[in-house]
């Protein structure tokens, strides 16, 4: 059965409104001359937040991650976390095993498959965290997040999200909204305009693409990045958010107009030359890094990735801007946004080190705000951060990041944390295809509605 959380928007709206009145009420404190430049961390976070079990046997534990990536603030910070707790605790090693979002998701699967997972791994949240969780995968975490306050570290409600039967078996590292970033320098070069609706996206990527520059960049060779761009141009004609529950309420089907209308609209975009050449052959990293050296004109992607784009040199004297995503046929609220729990770290039930991976990982998660704060990778996280961001030098362009949240007016979530696998497989495939080959509108609904029915 297909797990769809019960408070749903409701409870991530609480998160991201937290997130936003906690960085946004620093930006209060800024007007005011505000000269804090680091977080207030609670009192575990400030001392060792794990206890010693005064055991000298050796343990080494696996974590994987996906946080492979040199440019992003986060491949930083896991491993600054990792050398403290190791000098601290001697007798433990802490393996990395970083790998892009999609290699990360296929050797999970085929870990689960022969019940070997990591010590430590990586799932998101909802649907696609269902089959772990009934395969009886993971450790539940409702003991270790009490201890040292953790659990009150977290926005109101984002646990919801990786909580089944009232068990939480995994952690977020972020709470997002997918937004568009462009290069300020390049859209002059090209005299276009930063587009208000989508139609003017369209006339921007012809612009863009008549001076020779890349309009959009994008990683499609991890298909969930053309879905999120996807689901972002469905929420709009579709008026509102909640297509996909009404297809699983029976309400709708993929044949409705608001889903043909969304193909037709995304496929305008790939018609138009949005897309460096070859987009199916860049994963993530290689997508994100074309806007990041200044190669691409825009990058549509969730908040989390401010933080790389605001230490990558493309950011430099503010040359980087945000834009909300537009209305579609005059259809849609810039401020219903694709909504995104992070993905999130989940303590194998068969470690052979569970007490003390159970440790670190507390200890990872009470430090992992502060550490990333500091790296300038503060922007979309799951935990409360209490800090000055305009003192901390942080930029125009990550403050107004961090404003958008505070218009967050409801959303959806990514097709594939809301559909069951099988479903969500195809529909990845699917609007992977549309960069390859146009096709017609109800021929890609009949591929989406068969799937469904078949996957019920």
Not at 156 to 173: E, H, Q, R
Request: net charge negative; aromatic share 10%.
């Amino acid at each position: 059965m297909n797990f769809i959380n019960k408070k749903m928007l409701g409870t991530v709206m609480a998160g991201l409104l937290a997130v936003s009145l906690s960085a946004c009420g620093s930006s209060g404190n800024n007007n005011n001359g505000g000269n804090a430049s680091a977080p207030a961390s609670s009192p575990a976070a400030s001392s060792s937040a794990s206890k010693d079990t005064g055991s000298n046997e050796k343990v080494t534990i696996t974590f994987q991650n996906i946080y492979p990536d040199q440019t992003d603030p986060k491949y930083k910070m896991i491993r600054n976390v990792v050398a403290k707790y190791e000098s601290e605790h001697p007798n433990v090693k802490i393996e990395l095993d970083s790998l892009n979002t999609d290699q990360q998701k296929l050797k999970l699967k085929t870990q689960a498959a022969s019940k070997e997972v990591p010590d430590i791994t990586i799932v998101n949240p909802s649907a696609q965290m269902q089959p772990f969780v009934d395969a009886d995968l993971f450790a539940p975490l409702n003991e270790m997040v009490e201890k040292n306050g953790l659990k009150d570290t977290f926005q109101s409600g984002i646990l919801d999200y990786y909580t089944f039967d009232g068990n939480l078996y995994a952690l977020p590292d972020g709470n997002n909204i997918a937004l568009v970033y462009y290069n300020k320098s390049l859209f002059e070069q090209a005299g276009a305009k930063v587009p208000t609706t989508f139609e003017e996206m369209v006339e921007a990527v012809k612009t863009l693409k008549a001076k020779n520059i890349t309009p959009i960049a994008i990683g499609e060779k991890d298909s969930w990045t053309g879905s999120f761009l996807f689901m972002n141009v469905l929420l709009r004609t579709n008026g509102g958010p909640g297509f996909l529950k009404e297809v699983l309420d029976g309400k709708k089907t993929f044949d409705d107009p608001a889903f043909t209308e969304a193909v037709d609209a995304f496929q305008s975009l790939v018609q138009a030359g949005a897309f460096q050449e070859g987009a199916t052959s860049f994963d993530y990293n290689a997508g994100e890094n074309l806007f990041k050296t200044g190669k691409a004109a825009m990058y549509f992607m969730g908040s989390w990735a401010t933080g790389g784009i605001e230490t990558s040199d493309v950011s430099k004297d503010g040359n980087v801007g945000v834009f909300k995503f537009p209305t579609v046929g005059g259809k849609g609220d810039p401020n219903q946004f694709m909504l995104a729990p992070g993905s999130a770290f989940a303590v194998s039930k068969n470690s052979e080190h569970l007490e003390e991976t159970l440790d670190f990982l507390n200890y990872f998660m009470l430090n992992y705000p502060k550490e990333l704060f500091t790296l300038k990778g503060g922007v979309g996280l799951a935990q409360v951060v209490d800090g000055d961001f305009k003192a901390a030098g942080y930029s125009d362009m990550a403050v107004e990041v961090m404003n958008m949240f505070k218009d967050v007016k409801g959303g959806d979530l990514a097709f594939d944390n809301t559909m069951n696998p099988g479903t969500a497989q195809v529909h990845l495939s699917s609007i992977q295809n549309l960069f390859v080959t146009k096709k017609d509108a109800a021929e890609v609904a009949k591929e989406h509605q068969t799937a469904f029915e078949e996957n019920k």
